[in-house]
């Protein structure tokens, strides 16, 4: 997108939020970077510069806009929708590797020697991996400063840097102002939160349709691990450093989010990967678009646009959740679930609701008695495979995964076959393109809208829906009337 200048020029002049993320203008009278929406007069035309990442901005000596943001939109999409070294080297690098394990971390998880990582990354977004998990660093610290009490120290060094000099001069440089006029600002017109809870709000591209993403969550949810309290949904999330609890609720124009952690170096991570389980990156206006060409679609689209993909914050809970509900209802799985966390799941306290425990790690579950679990010897024969698998570190199933691979590994395990495959694939994976063909609610659609019901057949006319098949599912899936596709009414004592 940033090659294209006019295509640039177009969407900063007629100020289009659509492309927030995709590019950064940087003005060069100014020595600011800013996102296309920017709400100032555009700046002229020569003095224009396109840049694929805040990190390149940053690099070239431009500082962040103080009325736009730019730092603080949304992810471009294209990280999520591809399945390339870029796209992988970005997701990984949101989840925090180079922090924890450095560049030659990064390349090891990518399979790629330091320098191919290196070079791919320059030739398409301007930066390497060091300054784009800078650029992460700095938007880290700029949420602890404006969200958190914590003494500037214990923000430079949650926020992933080394020394608080080096905090300063980055805090500076990036947004032209010190980490003490960035709280002072912020301070202006905050509401309290309770202490120890960060609140801020999560960036999204309009439209979005947040029933079936929430209605999804909320009805699977696993009890102790998530929860409907108070208009929220709540989880508990395993992080590097510790665990956190998360609370977020759809608004119309963002994702409120309160984030508990029980150490703020992980609150980069918590965010993105919350982003990521509620699709916040998306680009829906590009979706729709193919999608609506499709007669059957269209009234689906034009009625609830801007769907996304309830994907999770751990591919691994996903995978062992997605065998749990193999031919059971969701009541089912969510009770099988839940008989796995309280056995063997680690217990944490929830001060503001009831949650009880974190989904246990595969390590945990590989000393689980197959005898124990109460549903059929074929199906406990696949679970114990899935997991004594990924208790080795022998299938990849994380925000860098190989989406082909992973597919290729799951297949060969005894008892999983294209629905589970699938569901992965689009729920913990992330492929845009991941289609249940066999899904129950998949076919009850099918008939009911007139396409064909037997996968083999609907597979072929949903060719046409590519890359967009995830979405689909979620158009599909919403013609029906399940829990899935609603947020649920508020009690009577939270209208009050």
């Known amino acids: 997108m940033y090659e294209c200048r006019e295509r640039c020029i177009r969407a900063v002049?007629?100020?289009?939020?659509?492309?927030?993320?995709?590019?950064?203008?940087?003005?060069?009278?100014?020595?600011?970077?800013?996102?296309?929406?920017?709400?100032v007069v555009p700046p002229k035309v020569e003095n224009m510069r396109f840049y694929p990442s805040a990190a390149a901005a940053q690099q070239a000596g431009f500082r962040a806009c103080k009325r736009c943001r730019p730092d603080a939109s949304p992810g471009s999409p294209e990280w999520n929708d591809r399945a390339d070294l870029v796209a992988r080297a970005m997701r990984l690098i949101a989840?925090?590797?180079?922090?924890?394990?450095?560049?030659?971390?990064?390349?090891?998880?990518?399979?790629?020697?330091?320098?191919?990582?290196?070079?791919?990354?320059?030739?398409?977004?301007?930066?390497?991996?060091?300054?784009?998990?800078?650029?992460?660093?700095?938007?880290?610290?700029?949420?602890?400063v404006e969200t958190s009490e914590l003494q500037m120290a214990d923000v430079a060094f949650a926020a992933g840097f080394s020394s608080?000099?080096?905090?300063?001069?980055?805090?500076?440089?990036?947004?032209?102002?010190?980490?003490?006029?960035?709280r002072r600002r912020a301070r202006r017109g905050t509401t309290t939160v309770a202490p120890g809870t960060i609140s801020l709000r999560l960036p999204f591209r309009a439209p979005l349709t947040p029933d079936n993403l929430f209605g999804?969550?909320?009805?699977?949810?696993?009890?102790?691990?998530?929860?409907?309290?108070?208009?929220?949904?709540?989880?508990?999330?395993?992080?590097?450093?510790?665990?956190?609890?998360?609370?977020?609720?759809p608004?119309?124009?963002?994702?409120?989010?309160?984030?508990?952690?029980?150490?703020?170096?992980?609150?980069?991570?918590?965010?993105?990967?919350?982003r990521r389980m509620l699709d916040l990156d998306a680009d829906p206006i590009a979706v729709d678009d193919l999608l609506e060409t499709d007669p059957v679609l269209a009234p689906l689209i034009a009625k609830a646009p801007g769907r996304r993909v309830p994907h999770t914050v751990d591919g691994e809970e996903f995978a062992v959740r997605a065998v749990l509900g193999q031919q059971v209802s969701t009541a089912a799985a969510r009770t099988h679930a839940h008989r796995l966390v309280v056995q063997h799941g680690d217990p944490i306290e929830d001060a503001g609701g009831g949650l009880t425990h974190l989904f246990p790690t595969m390590q945990a579950l590989a000393g689980l008695d197959p005898d124990s679990l109460a549903f059929p010897k074929s199906r406990r024969?696949?679970?114990?495979?899935?997991?004594?698998?990924?208790?080795?570190?022998?299938?990849?199933?994380?925000?860098?995964?190989?989406?082909?691979?992973?597919?290729?590994?799951?297949?060969?395990?005894?008892g999983i076959g294209?629905?589970?495959?699938?569901?992965?694939?689009?729920?913990?994976?992330?492929?845009?393109?991941?289609?249940?063909?066999?899904?129950?609610?998949?076919?009850?659609?099918?008939?009911?809208?007139?396409?064909?019901?037997?996968?083999?057949?609907?597979?072929?006319?949903?060719?046409?829906?590519?890359?967009w098949r995830a979405y689909a599912v979620q158009y599909l899936w919403a013609t029906g009337d399940h829990a899935i596709n609603k947020i649920p009414e508020p009690t009577s004592t939270e209208r009050a």
């Open 418 to 467: 294209p629905w589970t495959v699938e569901s992965i694939a689009m729920r913990a994976l992330g492929d845009p393109d991941a289609f249940v063909a066999s899904d129950l609610g998949i076919r009850y659609a099918a008939r009911d809208l007139g396409l064909p019901e037997a996968p083999k057949l609907l597979i072929d006319h949903a060719r046409a829906w590519r890359p």
């Open 381 to 414: 024969t696949t679970l114990t495979a899935l997991i004594g698998t990924l208790a080795a570190g022998e299938i990849d199933l994380g925000a860098g995964a190989d989406w082909d691979k992973a597919r290729e590994q799951l297949t060969a395990l005894p």
């Open 164 to 182: 608080v000099r080096t905090f300063n001069e980055t805090v500076q440089e990036v947004f032209a102002l010190s980490p003490t006029e960035l």
């Open 95 to 144: 989840d925090g590797v180079v922090d924890r394990d450095g560049v030659p971390g990064l390349a090891t998880h990518l399979g790629y020697s330091v320098r191919q990582v290196q070079r791919q990354l320059h030739a398409e977004l301007g930066a390497g991996p060091l300054a784009l998990a800078r650029a992460q660093r700095a938007q880290t610290a700029r949420l602890l």
């Open 251 to 274: 608004m119309p124009d963002h994702i409120a989010c309160q984030l508990s952690l029980t150490d703020q170096r992980d609150l980069a991570i918590a965010i993105s990967r919350c």
């Open 13 to 39: 002049q007629s100020k289009d939020a659509r492309f927030d993320g995709w590019f950064f203008t940087a003005v060069l009278t100014t020595k600011i970077y800013c996102r296309p929406s920017c709400p």
């Open 216 to 249: 999804h969550l909320i009805a699977t949810g696993v009890p102790g691990v998530e929860e409907w309290r108070d208009g929220h949904y709540r989880r508990t999330l395993r992080l590097p450093h510790g665990h956190g609890v998360v609370a977020l609720k």
